[in-house]
Antibody
Framework: EVQLLDSGGGLVQPGGSLRLSCAAS????????MHWVRQAPGKGLEWVAD????????SYADSVKGRFTVSRDNSKNTLYLQMDSLRAEDTAIYYC???????????????WGQGTLVTVSP | DIQMTQSPSSLSASVGDRVTITCRAS??????LNWYQQKPGKAPKLLIY???SLQSGVPSRFSGRGSGTDFTLTINSLQPEDFATYHC?????????FGQGTKVEIK
C-alpha cells in the first residue's frame, strides 16, 4: 500500500524558513517523480514544485521560484521542501504527492500525503 | 500559464441523480485532463486521468470525456459518498494548473 507521510509544518514568522519532509513507503520511491501541491484555507489547489525520480530535474511555480527548494533522498525514501523567505501568502496545507511516472513532466498525481499545515504570521 | 475554469462552482443534487461538471481550458490541452475528488479535511484522490481513463479502484459510475479545451466529468447515480469537491487539472504543460473546484452538495 502506497503511503506518504507529510511532516514539518507549523507557525513561522514572515521572512522565516521551514523544511517539510515526506516519508514514502509501499512503492519503489526512486522510480517516480514527486510533487508538492498546496491549498490555501478555503481555496483551490496550487502546484508548487516537482522533482524527477533521480532528483536531477526540478521545476517550480513562479510564486515560489528562488525561495523554495525541492530535493529527495532515494536512500531514505524521503522527499523534502526547503521553504525560505516565507510570506503570508504561503500559508496553506502542503501536500506531498506521487506522480504516475518517473519523469517530472507527466503531472498525473496518483497518491497524496495527508498534508501538513504551514502558517506564516507575525 | 493555462487557466482552468470549472462550472458550476457548486451544485445541489440528490442520491441517484446524474451529475455533470464542466472544465474548460484557456488553450488546447489535447486529452491531458485529470479529475480529483476531495472530501473535507482530506487529501485529493485521483479519479480519472487522460480525460477518460478510470484510476484503479474508482467506481464505474464516474466517467470523463472531452478533448481540446472542453471536458466533462459525469457521475451516474450519485451515491452518499460522492458528496465532495471535484477538481480538474491539466497535465499538458508546465506548470500544471487546477480548476477552482466544484462542490457537490446534498439537496
Amino acid at each position: 500500500e502506497v503511503q506518504l507521510l507529510d511532516s514539518g509544518g507549523g507557525l513561522v514568522q514572515p521572512g522565516g524558513s521551514l523544511r517539510l519532509s515526506c516519508a514514502a513507503s509501499g512503492f519503489i520511491f526512486g522510480n517516480y517523480a514527486m510533487h508538492w501541491v498546496r491549498q490555501a484555507p478555503g481555496k483551490g489547489l496550487e502546484w508548487v514544485a516537482d522533482i524527477s525520480g533521480s532528483g536531477d530535474t526540478t521545476s517550480y511555480a513562479d510564486s515560489v521560484k528562488g525561495r523554495f527548494t525541492v530535493s529527495r533522498d532515494n536512500s531514505k525514501n524521503t522527499l523534502y521542501l526547503q521553504m525560505d523567505s516565507l510570506r503570508a501568502e504561503d500559508t496553506a496545507i502542503y501536500y506531498c504527492a506521487k506522480d504516475q511516472q518517473y519523469s517530472s513532466d507527466w503531472y498525473v498525481i496518483d497518491y497524496w500525503g495527508q498534508g501538513t499545515l504551514v502558517t506564516v504570521s507575525p | 500559464d493555462i487557466q482552468m475554469t470549472q462550472s458550476p462552482s457548486s451544485l445541489s443534487a440528490s442520491v441517484g441523480d446524474r451529475v455533470t461538471i464542466t472544465c474548460r481550458a484557456s488553450e488546447t490541452i489535447s486529452n491531458f485532463l485529470n479529475w480529483y475528488q476531495q472530501k473535507p479535511g482530506k487529501a485529493p484522490k485521483l479519479l480519472i486521468y487522460s480525460t477518460s481513463s478510470l484510476q484503479s479502484g474508482v467506481p464505474s459510475r464516474f466517467s470523463g470525456r472531452g478533448s481540446g479545451t472542453d471536458f466533462t466529468l459525469t457521475i451516474n447515480s450519485l451515491q452518499p459518498e460522492d458528496f465532495a469537491t471535484y477538481h480538474c487539472q491539466q497535465s499538458y504543460s508546465s506548470p500544471p494548473t487546477f480548476g477552482q473546484g466544484t462542490k457537490v452538495e446534498i439537496k
